[in-house]
Structure formats: structure tokens, C-alpha cells
């Protein structure tokens, strides 16, 4: 099917560059597509601020990132229901950034949000008003035991969510997870695999990058060969933190910046579904005070970490997570294959009759939400992947691929960039 025209931008394969004017543009996809070949080669959005990003300077009132998309007349355009069925829901975490009720579970048409819970009494009872449900639950260890929940949405802090997606796993419940799927450990990585596996239960992680239009639309792409093999991929991710986001026992503040990777690496995981197979990179430390190993439960120096990985095809992929570069912030990534290659929407390359780019159209009561109008989306895919028993998109194989390869990353900058092996994740 071709595509929309108002959803990519087409440029013949002879004589296409990357255009030499990075304009400014209401649309943060129109941004990224027009950004210099410097950019492009990868030597640059540390140099330009431009974008939206998942977090914000301090004196904004929205955390970037959160600013909810436009909704236009194509969001739900097309859309029909797969199933009348209600999936009973429960939901898990209120925390600063109200990530539990965030995602619209409690407005899509095929969920029923029956349950809540945060340690936090308050906050356990915002989430139930925000999600207009009347059970709530001191804790997720006694939700589960609830034997009417199907699934349970797993919006608590990041270095639970291994231990929390296991514990509804083994109580025969579906789970969906905020990024990332483990905190720095492989072992739990191996545990969470081998409890997916065991229980034949869905699991996905709601990595946002995944269901940002253009990521997505080169995933499409790269399945029907516009590309061929990807030779050269990048993805970015800057969260300037002068000042720490509140958190759970502090679990955000020092932490190693490319333990948090998936915002990036779904550029190329996502995209192509392989994995990476090695990776040399290199920290730094911009002087952050909650940066300093004497200062953090990590003991970690770094505030910015740029990874250079061998991929499963053999190209190489520059994948980066920073904390101290002051840039207004951004989520981005950019693919070069043998075929074509691709910044924001704008296809550059030998295929002329590209696919169908446009995200699955959303029920009319699901906005697309934030994070680049991707929460919406992935509810729906989690949805639907229950509705018609298939795997979801970010997958336990492809959340793994895109999160451990930041633990080994990590280790290599340690060690001074030394290159080491990236495990990688089957079923």
C-alpha cells in the first residue's frame, strides 16, 4: 500500500542529501528531517536545541515530554473494533511523573481499570480517581492476588520493574512495564526471560521511541527493504538534570545515564527486531553534583555516555544517553541503509512505493497522548495483543535487546571504552 502523503516525505534516490538548513517547525518530525548532514553523519544534535524531550528544565510546569500531542482528524480515521470484550486492568504507580494513569487505559474501550495501587496513600488515591476506579490496594504483592485482574499495567519505580513484572507473572496475569525492563542486572534479565517463558503470558515494555511516528514509520520501511541492511543507525536522548527528579528512595539521582537506554536503542532494535552484538563507549562527566561518585548510591561519574555498537548486521549503530550536555532535550534517532536512509519522516532512497507508514488508527476516546503522541498507541498495541493472543510490539526479546545492551555499555565505559560482547535475547 502507498503511503500517505501527509505522513512521509519522498526524495529520489539520485542526488538526495540530507538538506543543508535545520529550520525550526511546529512539527518535531519536520525538525529532525531537515537537520544538516553533520547531523545526519551523527556529529550533531548536541550542538542545536531543538525537539521535545521526556524531561524539562525546572521552571517548566510540564516535565518534557508530557506535553500531550495534537490529536487530528487521522487519529482514529479507519478505526473499528477488534472485539467487544473488556480486559479487566490493574494499575501500579503514581509517582511525580503520574505515569499510572498517563497511558489512557482507563479510557480505552476494551479496558476496564478494576484496580489501583501506590505505596503511598495519597497518591494511591489520586490514581483511583484519575482512573475513576473505587478498589485500591496498599501494595502491587497484594493487587495480584486479586483473581479477577488479567493484566496489570507496571508504572512503579525503574529499579522494581523486573521484580514487579515477574510477581505478576507468576500470578497468571498479563504485564506491560514502563521502560526500562531491568535496572543493571542481568540476572534479573534471565529471570524475567525465563518467566515469560514459563507462564506463556504477554509481555510488553512501553518504550515510547517504538510508537513515535518516525521511528515506527522506519520500522515499516525496513520490513518491506527500503533500506536493505542497515548500515549506519543513531539514536539520541538528552535530559539535561541540573536538578534531580524526585523519585523512589532517589533511584533517578547519579544514575548511570545508559542504564535508561531504550528511548535511543529502539532505533535501531525496534526498527529492525536484532539485537546488538558489541559496544566500545566512553563517559563523561559535565560536573553535575549529584554526578559524583561520592554522591550517588551508583557510585557513578558519569553524567552522558555514547555508545558505539556492532550491530546483528554487522553496520554499526551510535546510540547515546546524556544528562549533562545543556540542550533543551530531545528523543531522536536516524537510519542509513544500502537502499535508503531516513531522518524524521523523510525517506530518502531506491523505493518508490513505500508502505503504509501511518500508526493503527486509535478508538476516538484514546488520545495519543505524550512522548511524542505515543502512550495511546501503546495501550492499544498491549490491547490488542491480549484481544487477538499475538505478540506485542516490544516484545520480552526486544525489551531486553534494547536494555541490557546499556548495562554492557556501561561496563565498557568503565573500563575505558573496551569492547565487550552484548548478550543477546531469544525465544
Not at 154 to 181: F, Y
Not at 206 to 215: G, K, L, M, Q, R
Not at 382 to 394: E, N, S, T
Request: aromatic content about 10%; hydrophobic content about 35%.
Amino acid at each position: 500500500m502507498a503511503s500517505k502523503k501527509s505522513d512521509i516525505h519522498i526524495q529520489p534516490e539520485s542526488g538526495s542529501q540530507p538538506s543543508n538548513t535545520a529550520s525550526r517547525s511546529k512539527s518535531n518530525l519536520d525538525i529532525a528531517s531537515r537537520r544538516t548532514f553533520l547531523q545526519a553523519a551523527g556529529l550533531g544534535a548536541a550542538a542545536i536545541g531543538l525537539g521535545k524531550s521526556a524531561f524539562a528544565e525546572e521552571k517548566e510546569k510540564t516535565i518534557q515530554g508530557f506535553e500531550k500531542a495534537q490529536r487530528d482528524a487521522n487519529t482514529s480515521k479507519g478505526w473499528e473494533p477488534v472485539s467487544d470484550r473488556k480486559i479487566r486492568v490493574g494499575i501500579v504507580g503514581y509517582g511525580v511523573c503520574k505515569f499510572g494513569a498517563a497511558f489512557s487505559f482507563q479510557d480505552h474501550p476494551n479496558v476496564e481499570v478494576v484496580a489501583v495501587s501506590d505505596l503511598f496513600p495519597d497518591r494511591c488515591a489520586d490514581l483511583a480517581k484519575a482512573c475513576r476506579c473505587s478498589k485500591t490496594y496498599p501494595s502491587l504483592e497484594e493487587l495480584v492476588k486479586d483473581d479477577s485482574i488479567e493484566a496489570v499495567f507496571v508504572a512503579t519505580d525503574a529499579p522494581s520493574h523486573a521484580r514487579h513484572c515477574i510477581e505478576v507473572l507468576k500470578h497468571g496475569k498479563h504485564v506491560a512495564t514502563a521502560v526500562p525492563a531491568v535496572w543493571g542486572s542481568l540476572e534479573d534479565a534471565e529471570k524475567l526471560l525465563e518467566t515469560v517463558k514459563s507462564t506463556g503470558l504477554k509481555y510488553m515494555m512501553f518504550e515510547t521511541s517504538a510508537f513515535h511516528a518516525d521511528c515506527y514509520a522506519m520500522r515499516q520501511i525496513y520490513k518491506a527493504g527500503g533500506f536493505g541492511k542497515l548500515i549506519y543507525s543513531e539514536g539520541e536522548y538528552y535530559h539535561f538534570l541540573d536538578s534531580p527528579i524526585d523519585s523512589y528512595k532517589g533511584w533517578r539521582t547519579g544514575s548511570i545515564p545508559l542504564w535508561y537506554p531504550t528511548h535511543s536503542t529502539a532505533y535501531y532494535v525496534s526498527v529492525t527486531e536484532k539485537p546488538f552484538v558489541s559496544v566500545s563507549c566512553t563517559g563523561s562527566n559535565c560536573g553535575l553534583p549529584d554526578w559524583q561518585p561520592e554522591k550517588n548510591q551508583y557510585k557513578n561519574r558519569f553524567t552522558d555516555q555514547i555508545a558505539l555498537f556492532e550491530t546483528a548486521e554487522g553496520g554499526a549503530s551510535r546510540m547515546l544517553m546524556c544528562i549533562g550536555v545543556r540542550e533543551k532535550g530531545d528523543e531522536t534517532g536516524r537510519v542509513f541503509g544500502e537502499q535508503g536512509w531516513m531522518i524524521g519522516t523523510e525517506y530518502h532512497g531506491a523505493m518508490t512505493d513505500l508502505p503504509d507508514i501511518s500508526r493503527p488508527p486509535l478508538p476516538p476516546s484514546v488520545d495519543p497522548g505524550s512522548h511524542g503522541g505515543s502512550h495511546g498507541y501503546l495501550t492499544n498495541e498491549f490491547v490488542h495483543a491480549i484481544l487477538q493472543d499475538r505478540k506485542p510490539m516490544v516484545d520480552i526479546i526486544q525489551a531486553l535487546n534494547m536494555t541490557v545492551c546499556g548495562i554492557i555499555a556501561n561496563d565498557s565505559a568503565v573500563r575505558d571504552g573496551e569492547r565487550l560482547k552484548v548478550p543477546q535475547y531469544t525465544l
